[in-house]
């Protein structure tokens, strides 16, 4: 390794320190507060709406992974220059070091609820690593000085030429073990750091071990036991209820919040009679009901499995808010979690009588954390972004005129009903052999419940499916139809009417601003 490519390492090494600290620093202060974590949050906060479409439409739901690797990608290329351009007398590479953890700790301490202490891990990491950066660029100075002499040994000397050129190569290869080593060890080090920091963090904050001993209260009758009949049972089609393991998942949060149920409180004011706080230990005082409630993203795709169907235990939101006494001219609720989103939903839609709730209980367990332990709400009819608010922490009431959603200031829309929509779940697109083929799928109007599901073959008539039951308007409904396919290529068109008796609209429409429409389909290859 000549000078240039020990300084980019050098520069490299130092950032693995500065990050590698970080996380031991944040281990005593909070997860969220690492520079890569403070600033992929402000990032996501911050992403312009059609690169973060582009984003998911291209990586799903594995757009965390994609904006930690690209911040990864970034992280070495800014430390190989800062490296670079790092001298003794002129430490620009610290200078860039210096701005770079003065980014990150705005960023932190500018995160929803951070007290000042999330500063700290950009602060001392970003002094480490300059610490670094400068021991090893003065080592690599030394180095550089040792190879001019071994030039200059080499010109000058007539005598013993040889011996002393030897000398010289030996020196110079000491002083180059010398900066390896020193670079081997920061690296080493900061990676030690980095891997030790995340794992006591983790540890130090994770929930799973209380959330296991959880008891939930036993629901008020009736209680969930869903007919057999809501399942067809058809290989392909998925369960009427959803596994927690296979629900999905979507939330603006780098990593799972971690929040105690010790810790949790629901803060109910605003626009109230008299502002209340309930504890985790209040609730286990009223009564809670237990519901299946099918959640649905506003970014669900036609055809896209952002779909998912659970009961859910918890207490009726319009009795929480009845203790305090909203305002007759307030008509919006804005949910805040702890990590700062927010949701705007309709008063109207929380108190209208339908089972709107606090959710503690999820299929039967505690609220995994992913989905929101150790509260969250559930909003039969509303798209999640503008109801369903995990890690729920405050609800205020408001008005839509004054208040904005964390969505809706990023150009969704502020209202969000779910639309009514058809899935074709099998058979996939494909080659098939002919004959009877059962055509199966999901459908969905959410608290209108779904009346017709059709199905039509390339230009035919719209012919009847046969529906399951429907434990509940509040929910997905599994829909199938015998098809005796012929050869050739042929498309499947599927759709359903509500129970108001609206077939849905035909009309292609994307995801943004309130969700997609259009007919389902599905493109077989018979024979
Ligand atoms: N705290 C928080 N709650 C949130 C979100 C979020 O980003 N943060 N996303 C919402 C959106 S857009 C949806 S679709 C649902 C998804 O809930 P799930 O992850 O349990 O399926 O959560 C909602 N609640
Ligand atoms: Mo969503």
């Given amino acids: 390794m000549a000078g240039r490519e020990l300084r980019i390492a050098g ?32 990032i996501v906060d911050h992403t312009p709406d059609g690169l973060r479409e582009w984003v998911i439409q291209r990586f799903g739901t594995k757009d965390k992974l994609v904006l930690f690797v690209s911040m990864g990608v970034v992280a070495l290329l800014v430390a190989g220059l800062a490296g670079l351009v790092e001298r003794v007398r002129r430490p620009v590479g610290s200078a860039l070091f210096a701005v770079l953890g003065l980014v990150a ?19 001392i990491g970003a002094w480490a690593g300059i610490m670094v950066l400068r021991t090893l660029i003065r080592r690599i100075v030394d ?45 080493a080090a900061g990676a030690a750091a980095g891997v030790v920091g995340r794992v006591l963090g983790a540890r130090r904050h994770d929930v799973s071990g209380e959330r296991a001993e959880v008891r939930l209260p036993p629901p008020a009758s009736p209680q969930v036991e869903v007919d057999p009949a809501a399942d067809l049972r058809i290989p392909g089609l998925p369960s009427y209820l959803t596994p927690n393991s ?18 949790w409180s629901l803060r109910i004011h605003g626009m109230v009679d008299r502002e209340i706080r309930i504890n ?75 089972d709107a709730m ?80 059962t055509v199966a799928g999901v459908a969905w109007a959410q608290h209108r419940g779904i009346r017709a599901v059709e199905v039509r073959v390339d230009n035919g008539e719209w012919q009847p499916a046969r529906l399951a039951a429907e434990p509940s308007i509040d929910t997905w409904r599994q829909w199938a139809f015998d098809w005796d396919a012929t050869p050739g290529p042929h498309t499947l068109w599927a759709r359903s009417t509500d129970g108001d008796g609206v077939v849905q609209t035909a009309d292609i429409a994307g995801e943004v601003p309130d969700g997609a429409t259009g007919y389902a389909s599905r493109f077989v290859r018979i024979g």
């Fill in 105 to 123: 700790l705005i960023a932190a301490v500018s995160r929803p609820h951070a007290p000042w202490t999330w500063a700290l891990p950009s602060l």
């Fill in 358 to 437: 606090l959710a503690v209980g999820m299929n039967g367990e505690p609220l995994p954390t992913a989905h929101g332990y150790p509260a969250r709400l559930v909003v039969p009819g509303l798209y999640g972004y503008v109801s369903a608010t995990k890690w729920v922490t405050e609800l205020e009431i408001t008005r839509f005129d004054r208040a904005q959603a964390y969505w809706t200031r990023r150009g969704w829309s502020e209202r969000g009903p779910i639309k009514t929509g058809t899935r074709i779940d099998t058979p996939g697109s494909g080659k098939l052999a002919a004959g009877r083929i």
């Fill in 246 to 263: 296979d629900f999905y998942r979507i939330d603006t949060a780098l990593t799972v919040p971690q929040v105690s149920k010790d810790d």
């Fill in 280 to 354: 985790y230990t209040d609730l286990g005082s009223r009564q809670a009901i237990e519901r299946l409630v099918t959640l649905t993203c506003v970014s669900n795709p036609v055809g896209g499995d952002l779909i998912g169907n659970a009961s859910w235990l918890g207490y009726r939101l319009d009795e929480l808010l009845a203790e305090a006494g909203p305002h007759p001219d307030a008509d919006m609720v804005l949910s805040r979690s702890i990590d700062g989103f927010t949701a705007g939903s309709p008063l109207a839609a929380l108190t209208d009588g339908r």
């Fill in 11 to 42: 520069g490299i090494a130092a950032a693995a320190v500065t990050l590698g600290v970080a996380e031991i620093v944040a281990v005593f202060i909070s997860l969220d507060s690492t520079p890569l974590q403070a600033i992929g949050s402000t």
């Fill in 143 to 187: 180095f550089d000085a040792a190879t001019a002499a071994v030039a200059v040994t080499a010109t000058d000397i007539t005598g013993d030429a040889e011996k002393a050129a030897a000398e010289a190569d030996s020196g110079i290869a000491l002083e180059r073990r010398l900066v390896m080593r020193g670079i081997g060890i920061a690296l």
